[in-house]
């Protein structure tokens, strides 16, 4: 592989790491989703008691530690991924395009408001 | 931008999608990090009170949801790498490699022990 | 005090904790939302690679660690009571009330399915 | 039951509504961790994309669903408390004493560190 490694190689290399260790027994979808959601209170945790004010500066001084709990979170969401076929650009994509109707840029610009409400 | 759309791609896109409705106001790393949380909790709950021989018939018969929600949790965490500016496959291909160190293939293979036991 | 402390108790011990370290600044409802979600996922974590047959095992063997994530779960709830003035017996008895309407026993016997799918 | 309902008594009614039920079946302790976060993060939602001085305003305009988003991560907890057979007040004091040794008036007030940082 040259030059940047690309999501399909990262994916790629999920599956070799999890194949090699005999680990796709334990990777179901409803325990995958459940590692998604302890490593996403991992990253919470981060900025639990964080100021608004102060986060800037967690985010730097922590850094290592903030990559590495974004990674994780991201690491088992590829895992779900490979488990269940999902492909992520596509659906991702997906995502974005019913977002773009639920907000449309006129309704949206500048709110916190949720779609239902605005 | 030609063939299959990749990553990078589509993380312009959410910039561009946030940008347009002035939302980086919006996107502190704190309020992404709940946002991951939230997400993350709205896929698990598709596999709430879901026992392990019926996920597979979930993932099928919700294919939509699943998708949607997956989608949801990894949009949030590229929201917090555009915020943040982390290197999404750098810090994900780190990980890995800890991982690697931590769960050698010959202690850690058919066992769903934590590094920290093995 | 005599006999079993009783909830209303615990809560005025977890306001004098509080207040003896001048914490009500941290205490808004958000922070504490974000405290019970990381609490909540630490208690999860105890169970995550566990298969359901071992879920007993761990409850057991890991007895200490168990009650105390549980406890750190309901002591950010208590937190979250006193600082909005939640009633929280009350509020829980509301929540049971409705529930047995969602889930009438002739209908909810024996079935794991949501209230909107009965 | 006369005066102020009691939490034994609550407990109790929860023993109640799941075996009328026959929901025991589900209340593993797995399934119900998952619960308690999944409640969790729809408790964090109501606070989602609020601005820390808008938390206050939520919390007075939404307060039924605040208080049955409280109350329906308390019910999971003490269905795990029935499940697992932990005395819900015993451990919640149990864990007070732990955190009066952890942050020390003299170290802890005002600030918002982890006692492994103090």
Chains 1, 2, 3, 4 share one sequence.
């Not at 986060?55 to 969401?77: G, K, M, N, Y």
Request: net charge negative.
């Amino acid at each position: 592989m040259e030059g940047a490694p690309d999501l399909a190689a990262v994916q790629a290399r999920l599956k070799r790491f999890r194949d090699e260790r005999d680990w796709a027994q334990f990777h179901s979808p409803g325990n995958l989703a459940k590692a998604v959601s302890v490593e996403a209170a991992e990253l919470l945790e981060l900025f639990l008691w964080v100021s608004p004010g102060d986060e800037d500066e967690v985010t730097a001084s922590r850094r290592e530690e903030v990559e590495a709990e974004l990674a994780d979170v991201l690491i088992q969401c590829l895992n779900f991924a490979n488990a269940t076929g999902v492909d992520v650009l596509a659906a991702v994509n997906r995502k974005i395009d019913d977002n773009e109707e639920r907000y449309p840029v006129e309704k949206a610009k500048g709110s916190a408001r949720k779609y239902t409400d605005l």
